[in-house]
């Protein structure tokens, strides 16, 4: 069992920052990939940013240049720095985590990679 933890959401005007933190504890060993999702009302979800064990990183075309995934291995937490916010990432933000084998030539920055998921933190971006 895994347990994923959010926080840091809020609400920013366009141009501000935010730092998301990801929680994660429980069954955690092994090999890790972690991600952060985002879902806005009436849209579908999409991948944001994903981080593995060998901190290879993956970013959407939308947040590249913007946003920076991190993590502390020491307090098994995983971070989403957001600059420069537009109104148009508004949404609720999902952690997500996969422990256990290393997998070659994976794209793991989609939803249906990862078998952990988070509750939420919602950001809002105000123009």
């Known amino acids: 069992q895994v347990q994923l933890v959010e926080s840091g959401g809020g609400s920013v005007q366009a141009g501000g920052s935010l730092r998301l933190s990801c929680a994660a504890s429980?069954?955690?060993?092994?090999?890790?990939?972690m991600a952060w999702f985002r879902q806005a009302p009436g849209k579908e979800r999409e991948g944001v940013a994903a981080?593995?064990?060998?901190?290879?990183?993956i970013y959407s075309d939308s947040v590249k240049g913007r946003f920076t995934v991190s993590k502390d291995n020491f307090e098994n937490t995983l971070y989403l720095q957001m600059n420069s916010l537009k109104p148009e990432d508004t949404a609720m933000y999902y952690c997500?985590?996969?422990?256990?084998?290393?997998?070659?030539?994976?794209?793991?920055?989609?939803?249906?990679?990862?078998?952990?998921w988070g509750q939420g933190t919602q950001v809002t971006v105000s123009s």
């Open positions: 997500a985590a996969r422990y256990g084998r290393r997998w070659s030539g994976v794209y793991f920055l989609r939803g249906s990679f990862f078998s952990n």
């Open positions: 429980g069954y955690t060993s092994g090999y890790y990939y």
């Open positions: 981080l593995d064990g060998d901190s290879n990183t």
